[in-house]
């Protein structure tokens, strides 16, 4: 029982330096977290619904509004109302948004793979590498490359 105590701790406190390292990088191409996360769903997956978004992103609805309604302003990503069904806003990356995300999505995922490989891990002191429970956070050692899409 001390030792599942102990795991799930580890756990958060590695999931803290995560989210802490992932936050500080999304930070400083001047956008929050929930931008990202949408503009980075609209990246991968094209034209999405709003709703379809909000699963992706795992936000509320109604804060979602406010995260679009921001990305809207600055000419990021257009919302339509569908044409079948006029309910449904559809999202969809501009000119300027996509060469946005061509531009950082690149460096966001060289930041977080270096995160990963590099030797002063922040979570090092509560995780061996030997753990065999959490094999997702030791990276492989392959040359994979960014895939956009």
């Not at 109604?62 to 990503?77: A, C, E, G, Q």
Request: with cysteine; aromatic share 10%; proline share 6%.
């Amino acid at each position: 029982m001390a030792d599942d105590l102990k795991t799930i701790t580890v756990l958060f406190r590695a999931k803290n330096s995560f989210e802490a390292l992932i936050k500080k990088d999304i930070l400083s191409y001047g956008l929050n977290p929930s931008e990202f996360g949408a503009l980075e769903a609209l990246y991968h997956k094209g034209r999405l619904t709003v709703q379809q978004i909000t699963e992706k992103v795992l936000i509320a609805n109604s804060s979602m509004t406010y995260v679009l309604d921001n990305l809207v302003k600055r000419d990021l990503i257009t919302r339509t109302k569908d044409e079948t069904d006029r309910r449904i806003y559809v999202v969809d990356l501009t000119d300027k948004g996509r060469q946005f995300m061509d531009d950082i999505y690149p460096k966001h995922y060289h930041n977080m793979k270096s995160v990963l490989s590099r030797p002063n891990r922040p979570w090092q002191p509560w995780i061996a590498p030997s753990t065999p429970w959490c094999p997702c956070i030791w990276p492989k050692t392959n040359n994979s490359t960014v895939q956009t899409r």
